[in-house]
């Protein structure tokens, strides 16, 4: 297996893991995984259902604690107690599942967690909470009818982008994307790879998950395959091709 841990960057690392292992029990869903994300890049981590990816976001995004390895944020070793000490560092997740809340409004949703207040009685300011999400939405191109309008009113697209304006929106370093287009049309899916790509504009570093080996070359600078928890290798996306990657998912090569 490659060890590809080279970068467009001499900085450190946005994020590097080394060795990173995973227990459930006796059951080992990921095994020394490592691998190294620099800012202005996008890496695609790719596999077959089961095979750790969304285990590894976790573990990155402070959901679950490692069993075994070391990550370091800038260099620093790190380990998060749980997911708001990882947003706190510059790290945001939109997960498969999108973790909103459904009767709540679109501006509660992109502020949960970072409410703003105002006054001696810090009391929630929604005109401000509003007046920002609006800007974002506008600044996005998300077709929202309005801020103040439900989750549960709105389509999978459109909820789909309020999971990806939250995350975009507070991320400071890294966004970690658990297929963040697989209930999406066409149309929203080319939108959603336009954000994906200014987040490279912005110097972040982006991890994508994504079962599309067409948006993964489209989008990612690297592919890191696993298969059934083992990483099998990263590959310069320039240096690889559909078939080699199918190969290493599938276990044929």
């Not at 679950?64 to 000490?85: C, E, H, K, N, V």
């Not at 966004?175 to 972040?204: N, W």
């Amino acid at each position: 297996m490659s060890s590809d841990t080279e970068g467009p960057a001499t900085t450190p690392p946005v994020l590097s893991l080394r060795g990173i292992r995973k227990l459930f029990g006796g059951v080992v869903a990921l095994a020394d995984f490592s691998l190294d994300l620099h800012a202005g890049e996008i890496v695609a981590l790719v596999g077959d259902n089961g095979a750790g990816k969304s285990t590894l976001v976790k573990i990155i995004s402070g959901v679950y604690p490692p069993s075994a390895g070391q990550m370091l944020i800038d260099g620093q070793d790190t380990r998060f107690a749980d997911p708001s000490q990882a947003q706190a560092s510059g790290i945001q997740v939109v997960f498969q599942d999108l973790a909103l809340a459904e009767r709540q409004p679109v501006y509660m949703n992109l502020f949960l967690g970072r409410e703003a207040v105002t006054g001696p009685w810090r009391r929630l300011d929604r005109r401000r909470m509003i007046r920002e999400s609006e800007a974002l939405i506008q600044g996005l191109d998300i077709r929202i009818p309005s801020a103040r309008a439900t989750i549960r009113e709105l389509s999978g697209g459109q909820r789909q982008g309020v999971a990806i304006a939250r995350a975009t929106h507070f991320a400071a370093k890294l966004v970690l994307m658990d297929e963040p287009t697989a209930a999406l049309g066409v149309a929203e899916t080319m939108k959603v790879e336009s954000i994906i790509r200014s987040l490279r504009e912005r110097h972040l570093a982006v991890l994508l998950i994504s079962h599309s080996l067409d948006q993964v070359f489209r989008l990612a600078d690297r592919i890191c395959v696993l298969r059934r928890g083992v990483q099998v290798d990263v590959r310069p996306t320039s240096r690889t091709s559909s078939n080699e990657i199918v190969a290493m998912i599938t276990g044929v090569a």
